[in-house]
């Protein structure tokens, strides 16, 4: 089994889904009482989410070019960024060590590809949803990447900051991003990429008519097939 390298903490809510979910399928395959080999690096997410919010991504690349380091010098054989937002700075940290990164775009576009819902909605933090870093990667994969209207967008964003990074579930919040899924389905949206790790602890699919494409389980997944490949 290869040792998986978690840089988490951001939040710290979703990696530990991470965490379980790993374990979750480590133990489905290889029997009960398995578990994975992996190395967490948890950094402090309150600079990181200072320095998002000020546009200083140089100083954010910092501190998870460390992390990805330290789990390198560890013996972590591949990386899982345990957030969407900060792929924004994915090619620095790939640069910074010489194990595979595992792109979380790569993981949520292969399942879109694979459901054959090729025209999907992207929900996540207002950098994921108007900035490229993710959504061009996914049109590389041949998607086309529907995002929500302005005012919709500030609502997602300030429900993860505000509530679901720090363990708030709301019902009242869950019929926002309903509505806002309903509206991404009337504009022709197939699937829903829950494009924020977070997002999957307040939407689940019994909350949505589209199918849910959850990138926090979908990229623990991709982790857990390279630490079992042959």
């Known amino acids: 089994m290869r ?27 290889l029997g009960p009482l398995r578990s994975a080999q992996l190395l967490m690096y948890s950094v402090d997410f309150g600079p990181v989410e200072q320095a998002q919010h000020a546009g200083r991504w140089d100083d954010a690349a910092l501190i998870l070019e460390d992390a990805a380091r330290r789990l390198q010098a560890g013996g972590a054989e591949c990386l899982v960024l345990c957030t969407n937002t900060m792929h924004l700075v994915a090619p620095r940290i790939e640069a910074a060590v010489l194990i595979p990164f595992l792109h979380i775009a790569d993981a949520a576009g292969a399942a879109a590809v694979a459901a054959n819902t090729l025209t999907v909605g992207l929900l996540g933090t207002a950098f994921t949803m108007e900035q490229d870093f993710l959504k061009s990667r996914l049109a590389a994969q041949g998607l086309t990447v529907l995002v929500p209207e302005a005012d919709e967008r500030q609502a997602v964003h300030r429900i993860i900051y505000e509530e679901l990074c720090v363990g708030v579930i709301s019902d009242t919040s869950r019929q926002v991003y309903q509505r806002v899924i309903e509206s991404l389905a009337a504009r022709g949206a197939q699937a829903i990429i829950l494009g924020c790790t977070e997002i999957g602890l307040l939407i689940k699919p019994e909350h949505s008519d589209l199918p849910l494409l959850d990138t926090t389980e979908l990229h623990a997944q991709a982790a857990v097939a390279f630490a079992l490949q042959d």
Not at 7 to 29: C, F, K, L
Request: net charge neutral; hydrophobic share 35%; aromatic share 12%.
């Open 3 to 29: 040792t998986i390298g978690l840089i988490g903490g951001m939040s710290w809510e979703s990696s530990a889904e991470y965490y379980r979910i790993i374990n979750q399928r480590v133990r489905d395959q």
